[in-house]
Structures are given as C-alpha cells and as structure tokens.
C-alpha cells in the first residue's frame, strides 16, 4: 500500500490519497478530502486503475486530466491529481517513492 498526503495550498482542501495493487495489477485508490471537485473526479472515474494506462502517458492525457478539462471549476496548478498519479506510480512500481514539494522562495 502507497499512502501520500498532499497539501495543495490556499484551498486548504488536503488530500490523503492511497493507492493499494489488486490481484489484477491495477491499483485500487481512495482519496479523503473535502474537496467537492476531487470528490465528485472519484465518484465519476471510479476507484480502480492501471498505473500503465495512466502514469505512462504525456503530460495531461490520461483520464484524470481529461475529467480536469471537461469538469474542472478551479485552477490548472491544483497539485492533487499528480498527487493521486504519485501515489499510482509509486504503488505499481512505476517510480520509487521519494517526496516532492512546491516551495515559494521570497
């Protein structure tokens, strides 16, 4: 199990994302947070992914970037769908885990 936290800002909307390996090597996710958008993506696209079909891809064609297209009502640096493609990553082996930031340097 992959399990990451993701804090993404002004919003104050957390995420704690967790990815979990099925017997069909596909990933089952979860994600807790009062986020209605991210919630309303994971009631829509369902629970269960192959990291292949949604890590390896370019940058914005894979169905959570494709929900954030059509359905999306915030901005296009919210940090919580690469968070949950992180955790998928991590959790099928795709990359190690290793934490990642954003920092603002004044």
Do not use: W
């Not at 089952?28 to 986020?35: E, H, L, S, V, Y």
């Not at 994971?42 to 269960?48: D, F, V």
């Not at 970037?65 to 919580?80: D, Q, R, T, W």
């Amino acid at each position: 199990m992959t399990k990451v936290k993701i804090e993404p800002g002004v919003c104050g909307f957390t995420a704690i994302v967790t990815a979990q390996l099925n017997d069909d090597e596909e990933c089952d996710i979860t994600a807790d947070t009062k986020c209605p958008t991210i919630n309303k993506m994971i009631e829509e696209l369902g629970t269960t992914f192959d990291g292949m079909e949604v890590c390896l891809t370019r940058p914005g064609q894979n169905v959570f970037y494709e929900f954030a297209k059509n359905s999306y009502p915030v901005h296009a640096a919210c940090p919580v769908i690469n968070g949950i493609l992180k955790c998928i990553e991590a959790e099928s082996g795709l990359a190690l885990k290793k934490d990642a930031s954003i920092c603002f340097i004044d």
